[in-house]
Nanobody, 124 residues
Framework: QVQLVESGGGSVQTGGSLRVSCTTSEGTFSSYAMAWFRQAPGKNREFVAAITWRGGATFYARSVKGRFTISRDNAKNTGYLQMESLEPEDTAIYYC?????????????????WGQGTQVTVSS
């Protein structure tokens, strides 16, 4: 497993943009699939986006498709989630996760490494 640290959360108004990052000091990150999940107050954690270890394939939840973009820079051991056209419904703690087998899935049980989360708040 790898240790992950998120950053870049914050507060924006509806329609605004944010980019959250997920980084690790461990060089093996490049062989891990990566994903973003989020958890809003009083709700279960939900899948947001995932990317394969080489970045060749990406997957999105229907609620964010077309607004969010997941990417990674393996040379920097960092993954990103660019969020555009943010809505109050996007308010949540965003967690990055990594899967050692390199397969990007929507199931959080497939991911063995998790960050501590970063808060994203969208006000109307």
């Amino acid at each position: 497993q790898v240790q992950l640290v998120e950053s870049g959360g914050g507060s924006v108004q509806t329609g605004g943009s944010l980019r959250v990052s997920c980084t690790t000091s461990e060089g093996t990150f490049s062989s891990y699939a990566m994903a973003w999940f989020r958890q809003a107050p009083g709700k279960n954690r939900e899948f947001v986006a995932a990317i394969t270890w080489r970045g060749g394939a990406t997957f999105y939840a229907r609620s964010v498709k077309g607004r969010f973009t997941i990417s990674r820079d393996n040379a920097k051991n960092t993954g990103y989630l660019q969020m555009e056209s943010l809505e109050p419904e996007d308010t949540a703690i965003y967690y990055c996760a990594a899967s050692k087998d390199g397969k990007a899935t929507m199931d959080d049980s497939d991911f063995g490494s998790w960050g501590q989360g970063t808060q994203v708040t969208v006000s109307s």
